[in-house]
């Protein structure tokens, strides 16, 4: 089947509270560095975030959320992470997390970055520079956990 579901609203207000949650950002699904090197390791390495108490990982994306579903997908991940929207990046806008693609046709995009929030309380912000993925990657995030 190729459809995807219909969206899912995430209240953040009511979930993130009682959840050790692992928030991860990408500029865009399908693009090669987010496909091949980026996301992959986190699904990799799913028990041993699990086994440091992280109950969810959020993988973000400004893409729409047909997109975002399609891509979990495509990556044999959809029962393991959540594909989110973050439509016309506003989540990460008002963290200070986004850019502006325009000039390469691409609208508002999320930065690359990585977020723990345990019950409530971010313990962990980084955002990458250039192509990076370092602070965002799963081994840093691991590191901070």
């Given at each position: 089947?190729?459809?995807?579901g219909?969206?899912v609203v995430?209240d953040?207000?009511?979930e ?5 949650v692992i928030?991860?950002?990408?500029p865009?699904?399908?693009t ?8 992959p390791?986190?699904?990799?390495k799913i028990?041993?975030?699990k086994?440091k ?8 994306s400004?893409?729409?959320p047909?997109?975002q ?17 973050d439509?016309?990046?506003?989540f ?6 986004s850019?502006d ?14 977020l723990?929030v345990?019950?409530?309380?971010v ?7 250039g192509?990076d993925?370092?602070v965002s990657?799963?081994?840093?995030v691991l590191?901070k956990?």
């Amino acid at each position: 089947m190729l459809a995807c579901g219909l969206p899912v609203v995430y209240d953040c207000d009511k979930e993130l509270p009682n959840k050790k949650v692992i928030i991860v950002s990408v500029p865009g699904a399908f693009t090669p560095a987010c496909t091949a090197n980026h996301i992959p390791p986190y699904i990799e390495k799913i028990n041993q975030l699990k086994s440091k108490g992280v109950d969810e990982i959020i993988v973000v994306s400004a893409n729409d959320p047909f997109v975002q579903s399609a891509w979990g997908k495509a990556l044999d991940a959809r029962n393991k992470m959540i594909f989110a929207s973050d439509g016309n990046s506003e989540f990460s806008e008002s963290i200070g997390f986004s850019q502006d693609l325009s000039a390469k046709g691409l609208g508002r995009r999320n930065n690359r970055y990585a977020l723990v929030v345990d019950h409530g309380i971010v313990t962990y912000a980084e955002k990458e520079t250039g192509m990076d993925i370092g602070v965002s990657g799963v081994d840093a995030v691991l590191a901070k956990l």
